[in-house]
Structure formats: structure tokens, C-alpha cells
């Protein structure tokens, strides 16, 4: 069973989730808006937040902004808006799903799933370090270094290019890589992929160039 916080200025949007959240046996608990997100978030702990991104008083990004201060629990964002821009703009907040509105319910859930069993998995006690040059990627500690600078990614990203260095030198084909790296059957916008790789490429800086691009097919990472 899941705690999760369902973030919504619309009562109808609140009340459709949280059907499907109560019938898979979830614990749910509502905010209204962002402020009142930030609020309940301070005085209790939760698996997932599920919030919108156009809100009064506070907006969804904004919220999550100030969220990421004090708890690093995962974000899905919901929003009307499809646009690129929206949704880098979240990653780079460092959520981990952007779902665009109207959406499937059951969809949504399984959404929910698959981020929260990700980011409880795999804890293990010995060190997985790999390094190339002057990057060095830490699995354990989730951590990534260029040249013993520590870089900041956000957990999309780390999920990406942990998946892509494990299976570096291998084609992987686009259908994998959301398989894999979402965690669930893919339904949404396939750009989605797309706009990790340019976050990521933009986070590596001088080791963009080991992610290549297989046209028609995928990625890469080379080493």
C-alpha cells in the first residue's frame, strides 16, 4: 500500500484518481493547491505526489520548487499543457513522470506504480563504480562525477543514464528504453525519450558525445 498525495484545484480530477488510488488498496490524502501541498508535505511523509501544474495561489512547478527543499519524494506532474517546454521544465525540477490531461486513470496508476517501486528498489551494500576517463559513475550512491565534480541530475536522467552505462556498447532500441527505464507499457508521447537524452546530453557536458544517436533505431553509449 502506497501513500500518496493527490494535488489538484479541480475536486472532479482529485475525486477520479483517487476512485482508482482507494481500489488498488492506496492510502490517499488531497491539497487543494500548492500552498496547502507544501503544508501537508512539512507534517507527513509520502510514496508519490500527484499534482497539477496550473493551480491557484501556487502553482505545480513553483510547489515542487519548494517541495525539493526538505523531501526528495517522487512527482508526478499532471497538466492540460503538452508543450516541450513544460515538460523540461519539470525534469529539470526534477520530477519524475509528466502526464498531459485528459489521461487514463488506469494508466496513471500504473504510472504510479512503476516510480514508486523504482525508487524504493535496489539498495545494495557493494560499491558499483564505473569510470571512463574523467566521468565516474557511482550506482550505489547514485552519484555522477565529471573531472571530481559532483553533477546534479534529476532522478529521470540518473534512471536513463545508469540504464545506458550498465548496457553501454549495446544498440538499445527506443521501445526498450521506455520499457525499461519508465518501468510500464508506454501510452504517452514518445518525445518524452527524446527530451531526457537532451537533458541528459546537456548534464554530461563533454561526454554528450559518448550518447549516440541510431537513427532509426535508438541510442548508444560508447566508451
Not at 60 to 79: D, H, N, Q, W, Y
Not at 171 to 199: M, P, Q, S
Request: proline content about 2%.
Amino acid at each position: 500500500m502506497y501513500k500518496i498525495l493527490i494535488v489538484d484545484d479541480e475536486a472532479g480530477i482529485r475525486d477520479i484518481i483517487k476512485k482508482y488510488a482507494v481500489f488498488e488498496g492506496h492510502e490517499v490524502v488531497e491539497a487543494a493547491d500548492g500552498m496547502e501541498a507544501i503544508q501537508v508535505c512539512r507534517e507527513m511523509e509520502f510514496d508519490i505526489i500527484v499534482m497539477d501544474v496550473m493551480m491557484p495561489e501556487l502553482d505545480g512547478f513553483s510547489a515542487c520548487k519548494e517541495i525539493r527543499k526538505f523531501c526528495m519524494t517522487p512527482v508526478l506532474m499532471l497538466s492540460a499543457r503538452g508543450e516541450e517546454y513544460d515538460k523540461i521544465h519539470g525534469f529539470e525540477l526534477g520530477i519524475d513522470d509528466y502526464v498531459v490531461k485528459p489521461f487514463s486513470p488506469k494508466e496513471l496508476m500504473m504510472r504510479v506504480n512503476a516510480i514508486v517501486k523504482r525508487s524504493s528498489g535496489d539498495k545494495g551494500n557493494k560499491k558499483d563504480i564505473f569510470t571512463i576517463e574523467g566521468l565516474t559513475v557511482d550506482f550505489t550512491g547514485r552519484l555522477v562525477y565529471i573531472d571530481n565534480e559532483k553533477i546534479d541530475m534529476s532522478p529521470k536522467e540518473y534512471d536513463l543514464f545508469f540504464y545506458m552505462v550498465k548496457n553501454r556498447g549495446i544498440a538499445l532500441t527506443r521501445e526498450r528504453l521506455i520499457t525499461d527505464v519508465w518501468g510500464y507499457d508506454f501510452f504517452g508521447d514518445d518525445r518524452t525519450l527524446d527530451t531526457h537524452i537532451k537533458l541528459l546530453r546537456k548534464s554530461l557536458g563533454d561526454y554528450s558525445k559518448n550518447i549516440v544517436t541510431l537513427r532509426g533505431v535508438g541510442y548508444r553509449f560508447e566508451t
